[in-house]
């Protein structure tokens, strides 16, 4: 099997927030929009994220929760100040993670994680971890 796109759907009341929270930050673009379903692209990748409304004629249901959505930046420090500015929701301030990590993490209008990071060079600890499973 050969994947061409990988997309997350997010099961919402909230579709036009949503929306507007993925376009306006992350500059992702409208691809479908109707009363109960909404699809973004990421621009120049082969990514999605969708909603969909919890109660809906046909399909299956979801109201799980735990979705966390990555998201690997060039200069996580600019996006952090940036967001900041725009006062978005912050789950979790800019830290360096020991295993590699400096990253932040916001809250989307429906509660979804939004973790933003760059790699950065890992502890010994886990480099000695990491370097176990190279083949």
């Not at 992350?26 to 109960?36: G, M, P, R, T």
């Not at 621009?43 to 990555?70: C, M, N, W, Y």
């Amino acid at each position: 099997m050969k994947i061409t796109r990988v997309d997350t759907t997010i099961s919402t009341d909230k579709l036009t927030e949503s929306k507007d929270f993925y376009m306006r930050h992350f500059k992702f673009e409208l691809v479908y929009e109707s009363d109960w379903y909404i699809e973004l692209l990421a621009p120049e990748l082969s990514v999605g994220v969708s909603f969909t409304k919890p109660q809906r004629d046909a399909g299956e249901f979801f109201h799980g929760s735990g979705i966390i959505i990555s998201f690997e930046v060039e200069d996580v420090d600019a996006e952090y100040r940036r967001l900041k500015e725009a006062e978005v929701e912050f789950c979790e301030e800019l830290v360096d993670k020991p295993w590699g990590e400096r990253s932040f993490v916001i809250n989307d209008p429906s509660g979804v994680h939004i973790y933003i990071y760059k790699s950065i060079p890992p502890t010994d600890e886990y480099q000695v971890l990491y370097d176990s499973f190279k083949k």
